[in-house]
């Protein structure tokens, strides 16, 4: 049993018929998903919503001793 070469196969060298529409159906596919997720974050970023925190401490607490019992 011989293994095929490039030349045996179909389409190696350019898409055609049914495979080159479900290539282009897949990019078209994706290309519109980005778009409403692009469109989607856009519209329902609130960033004026958010609330500030600042992660510095300013001021260390005073150590607590437990009591031992």
């Known amino acids: 049993m011989k293994e095929p ?12 018929g049914t495979k080159r529409k479900i290539v282009m159906s897949v990019i078209i ?3 519109i998903i ?4 692009s469109i989607a974050s856009t519209v329902f ?3 004026k919503d958010t609330i500030h925190t600042d992660d510095a401490i300013n001021v260390v ?9």
């Open 5 to 16: 070469t490039l030349e045996n196969i179909e389409d190696y060298d350019n898409l055609k």
């Open 29 to 31: 596919a994706g290309l």
């Open 34 to 37: 980005g778009a409403i997720y």
């Open 45 to 47: 970023d609130n960033r």
């Open 61 to 69: 607490p005073s150590g607590k001793t437990l009591p031992v019992r």
